[in-house]
């Protein structure tokens, strides 16, 4: 049982958001999952089952619902920028408590500031996550990396209040950074996540042969984004965000390529778009990132 005990609503129980509500609930306290009429029931009825290497195979009950109708210490907002409008729906600011934080996990870095009109500047502490986890099904969830690492920042929040989460997270086995610099913490992710996501899914295949079949795009497209997010106030190192690809497992892929696989809406704006717009701004020629982000755009016109 957890020491400090809170009360979490989980936008968007899907890879991440459901991965965490598991765990949290696990770790005891307690969760409520806001999804979709179906989603939530099946959540009731049978709770949250998780596959992982790390965490082994465990059910989580856990409380759902379609909008959340009572005061939550925390709402983790997991669910893609694609369906972000319509899912921040079920979050009506009226609901939220005076000391609720708003922790958003999604990629990108371009969201808190529209959060933050929505929900207030006091409520609202940006994440990012790094982690492979997918949905299967409802309420199935089946976690593929060997690590779950989240970032967290509060430059508008109260530092209590992210020190409590935090605690929570690293009870129920996740590692987490509380981090000084929202913007750094951001565009460190970005500046990982960009490559991984625009190629392999681009050319449709997992990291390992991204890292050796498009090295040569790899390197430059590491190099890009790193220039990016040093002139968004983020120390990335392209060498060791290379590094780091190179110590994955070959058969991981970004949750982009996974999304283009299932015939759903792509982040492509929200990274790539993201991407090239801060690019802009900062005078950072990005060629490759330009060109892939186009063919993906050509690619996926329907999405």
Excluded at 258 to 286: S, T
Aim: proline fraction near 5%; aromatic fraction near 4%.
């Amino acid at each position: 049982m957890a020491n400090d005990d809170l009360t979490v609503a989980v936008l968007g129980p899907g890879g991440v958001g459901g991965l965490l509500a598991a765990l949290l609930a696990r770790a005891g306290h307690r969760v409520i999952c806001l999804a979709g009429d179906e989603t939530a029931k099946t959540l009731r009825d049978q709770g949250i089952q998780v596959h992982s290497d790390r965490y082994g195979a465990f059910t989580a009950r856990v409380e759902a619902d379609t909008e959340l109708r009572e005061p939550a210490d925390v709402v983790l907002v997991a669910v893609k920028h694609t369906a972000l409008d319509a899912a921040l729906e079920r979050v009506p600011a009226t609901a939220l408590g005076e000391g609720a934080l708003v922790v958003p996990l999604l990629n990108g870095v371009e969201h808190p500031a529209a959060l933050r009109g929505r929900y207030g500047a006091g409520r609202v502490a940006p994440a990012v996550i790094r982690v492979e986890s997918t949905r299967l099904s409802p309420g199935v969830i089946e976690h593929g990396s060997p690590f779950v690492e989240v970032d967290l920042t509060g430059e508008t929040v109260a530092g209590d209040r992210l020190g409590r989460l935090a605690g929570a997270l690293e009870w129920a086995g996740v590692q987490v950074r509380v981090l000084d610099g929202e913007a750094a913490a951001l565009w460190a992710k970005m500046a990982f996540l960009a490559p991984l996501a625009l190629l392999t899914t681009r050319y449709g295949v997992p990291l390992g042969d991204v890292r050796t079949r498009h090295r040569t795009e790899l390197v430059s497209l590491v190099e890009e984004t790193a220039a990016v997010g040093r002139a968004s106030g983020a120390a990335t190192d392209a060498a060791a965000a290379l590094a780091r690809y190179d110590a994955f497992p070959p058969e991981m892929k970004s949750s982009m390529q996974r999304d283009a696989e299932a015939g759903r809406p792509l982040e492509l704006d929200a990274i790539g778009g993201a991407l090239l717009r801060a690019a802009e701004r900062h005078g950072v020629a990005v060629p490759v990132a330009t060109r892939l982000v186009r063919e993906l755009g050509w690619s996926f016109l329907d999405c």
